[in-house]
């Protein structure tokens, strides 16, 4: 399968259901999902490459629906991907919810980054810096920026949201 089919699969669903994929034509943005394959970090363009066996793929998707957005995405390993892809996905995971467990009234933001952070170095991987997580509602992306790592924020807000993505180095 290629990922501009999947994207072309997901965008007739969301029609179909009466929502509008958030990210085409958000900026420039081309395609109506993210789909990240192997060492893109996020944010990938849906293309014609044919995904292989031994692929991580990270499908994104947001979606306009009843005046908010909602973003999700999940990395999948195809039925060849190797133990060292299978733990990058597995911490990442566990990385995203040790980071939401922490949320609530009175938290700061940075407390997300720390359990973040913890989970990634006691696994033996490191955070890209480049990417940070971020608020959504009534607007695609917005306030407050949530840093994936280790960085003192003393903002408190009862509500975050943030993701973490895969990223594998060949």
């Given at each position: 399968?290629?990922?501009?089919?999947?994207?072309?699969?997901?965008?007739?669903?969301?029609?179909?259901?009466?929502?509008?994929?958030?990210?085409?034509?958000?900026?420039?943005?081309?395609?109506?999902?993210?789909?990240?394959?192997?060492?893109?970090?996020?944010?990938?363009?849906?293309?014609?490459?044919?995904?292989?066996?031994?692929?991580?793929?990270?499908?994104?998707?947001?979606?306009?629906?009843?005046?908010?957005?909602?973003?999700?995405?999940?990395?999948?390993?195809?039925?060849?991907?190797?133990?060292?892809?299978?733990?990058?996905i597995a911490t990442a995971e566990?990385?995203?919810?040790?980071?939401?467990?922490?949320?609530?009234?009175?938290?700061?933001?940075?407390?997300?980054?720390?359990?973040?952070?913890?989970?990634?170095?006691?696994?033996?991987?490191t955070i890209c810096k480049s990417?940070?997580?971020?608020?959504?509602?009534?607007?695609?992306?917005?306030?407050?920026?949530?840093?994936?790592?280790?960085?003192?924020?003393?903002?408190?807000?009862?509500?975050?949201?943030?993701?973490?993505?895969?990223?594998?180095?060949?």
């Amino acid at each position: 399968m290629k990922t501009d089919s999947l994207d072309h699969l997901v965008h007739e669903e969301i029609i179909r259901l009466g929502g509008y994929p958030s990210p085409l034509n958000y900026m420039g943005f081309p395609k109506s999902i993210c789909t990240s394959v192997n060492n893109v970090v996020c944010h990938g363009i849906p293309d014609n490459r044919e995904l292989e066996s031994t692929d991580m793929i990270n499908v994104d998707v947001t979606v306009y629906y009843n005046g908010y957005h909602g973003d999700t995405s999940r990395t999948v390993a195809l039925p060849e991907v190797d133990d060292a892809g299978h733990r990058l996905i597995a911490t990442a995971e566990t990385a995203l919810h040790a980071g939401v467990s922490v949320c609530g009234p009175g938290v700061p933001l940075s407390a997300i980054g720390n359990a973040v952070q913890d989970v990634v170095d006691l696994a033996g991987f490191t955070i890209c810096k480049s990417f940070l997580g971020h608020g959504i509602g009534d607007d695609f992306h917005t306030m407050p920026d949530v840093l994936p790592y280790v960085e003192p924020m003393p903002l408190p807000l009862p509500l975050t949201w943030s993701a973490v993505e895969h990223c594998r180095i060949r």
